[in-house]
C-alpha cells in the first residue's frame, strides 16, 4: 500500500488548480497514429535519476528499459457498451453498460441519454428487439435496467458485438466512434472482457515491439483491471485531500502473481497496471480472486512498486496527471509536458507515450 512522502511547500501539490496546462486542441489525437504500426507513434523518455531526456520512437522501447526488468500490462479488454435506440413513446435514447455482468438481481449497471425525465418501468427499445426495462434509479445518476435479449444471440456480448458501438471519450470525435475503434482502441493483448475504457499505454504495442523486448530478455507479465468511467470523472474539489476516487475491480492469476514477485525491476505499462501494483504490493493477493481498489496516487503518496512507467499524456487536472506527479513530482511533470507542447506531441489515448525511469 502507499505510504506519504513529502509534500512541496506550502501545499501547492494538493491544490488542484497546480495541474493545470495550455493544450493546444490540435495537439489532441483522434486517430492513432498508424492504423497497423502504432509504434510508430513518438516517444519521450525521462530518466529521474540521471535527469536525462531523450525524444524517440516507441519501436524503441528496448533501448530504454534495462536487462532483468518485468513489464506489467493490464489485460483488461474493452467491450461495445454503446446503445442507441427510443423510448417507447419514439423519441431517441441511448445506452451506456457500465457492466456486461448483471448483478445478482438480474441487473446491468448504465447510463441512459433520453429526453425527458426517467422513472422506474420506463422501456427502451433496441436494434433487433432487445429491450430495456428501467428497474433502479441511483443518486449518481446511473441506472439499473434488466434487458430483454432476442433468442437469436446465446449470450448479450454476442448481441453486443454485433449492434453495440466501442465507447470512446468525449474529446476524441465527440465521442463518435466507428468500426476502425473496435480494433484501433483495443491492446494486442486484451483477454479479460469489461472495461468500458482502454489502458491505453498499451495501445502503443505491436508484435515487433514484443519481439524486440523478449531479444532483450524482458518479462512481460499481465494483471486485469477493468476500468470503468470513473477514469474520466473530473476532479471536482479544490483541495486534492477530499477528492473520492472511483473504485475499480481488479485481479491477478497465480502464474502472473509468481512473476511479479520475482521481478528486480518493475515497469507498470499504465496507471492502471500501476494502480495494481500499489493496491496489492505488501499484500497476500489470493489468486483470480476480486478486490477492489479506490486508491488515488498523487504528490505526498510515494510509490514503492515500481522501477518506473509507461504512459501517455493526460489531461490537465486529472487523477492520470497527478498519478505521474507522484513519481516525478509535480513541477517536472508540468515541465516536461510544456515542452511535449512545444515539440507537438499527440495528447491523450490515441496520443503518443512517454517512458518514465525512477
Do not use: W
Amino acid at each position: 500500500m502507499p505510504k506519504n512522502a513529502n509534500l512541496n511547500q506550502d501545499n501547492q501539490d494538493l491544490k488542484l488548480s497546480s495541474y493545470s496546462y495550455d493544450l493546444p486542441p490540435e495537439l489532441v489525437a483522434q486517430r492513432p497514429i498508424d492504423g497497423v504500426n502504432r509504434d510508430l507513434s513518438r516517444l519521450m523518455v525521462y530518466n529521474a535519476a540521471t535527469g536525462q531526456l531523450t525524444h524517440d520512437h516507441f519501436y524503441n522501447l528496448d533501448k530504454y528499459i534495462p536487462v532483468d526488468s518485468t513489464l506489467v500490462f493490464n489485460q483488461s479488454k474493452v467491450f461495445p457498451s454503446r446503445l442507441l435506440g427510443q423510448k417507447n413513446s419514439g423519441g431517441r435514447a441511448e445506452l451506456f453498460l457500465l457492466s456486461a455482468e448483471k448483478n445478482e438481481k438480474n441487473i446491468f449497471p448504465c447510463l441512459i441519454k433520453s429526453r425527458g425525465k426517467k422513472k422506474i418501468g420506463d422501456v427502451f427499445n433496441f436494434s433487433e428487439d432487445l429491450s430495456a426495462l428501467i428497474k433502479e434509479i441511483n443518486e449518481d445518476g446511473t441506472f439499473g435496467v434488466q434487458l430483454t435479449i432476442p433468442n437469436k444471440f446465446p449470450t448479450l456480448m454476442n448481441y453486443l458485438q454485433n449492434h453495440a458501438m466501442i465507447p470512446i471519450p468525449p474529446y476524441i470525435r465527440k465521442g463518435e466512434s466507428d468500426e476502425k475503434d473496435k480494433t484501433s482502441y483495443q491492446t494486442l493483448y486484451s483477454k479479460d472482457v469489461g472495461s468500458v475504457a482502454a489502458p491505453t499505454a498499451g495501445l502503443h504495442f505491436t508484435e515487433n515491439v514484443f519481439n524486440k523486448l523478449k531479444l532483450k530478455k524482458i518479462e512481460s507479465a499481465f494483471v486485469t483491471l477493468h476500468v470503468g468511467l470513473g477514469t474520466f470523472k473530473p476532479v471536482t474539489v479544490d483541495n486534492l485531500s477530499d477528492h473520492i476516487m472511483h473504485s475499480e475491480d481488479y485481479f491477478i492469476d497465480q502464474a502472473n502473481q509468481n512473476k511479479i514477485k520475482a521481478a528486480k525491476n518493475i515497469f507498470a505499462v499504465g496507471t492502471t497496471s500501476l494502480r495494481v501494483l500499489e493496491s496489492s504490493f505488501g499484500q497476500e493477493v489470493t489468486p483470480n480472486q476480486i478486490y477492489k481498489t479506490q486508491i488515488f496516487l498523487h504528490p505526498g503518496i510515494e510509490i514503492q512498486s515500481v522501477r518506473g512507467l509507461i504512459t501517455n499524456f493526460h489531461l490537465p487536472e486529472s487523477t492520470l496527471l497527478m498519478l505521474v506527479s507522484a513519481l516525478i513530482g509535480r513541477e517536472k511533470t508540468l515541465e516536461l509536458y510544456k515542452l511535449a507542447v512545444l515539440e507537438k506531441y499527440r495528447f491523450f489515448s490515441y496520443g503518443d507515450a512517454m517512458l518514465i525511469i525512477k
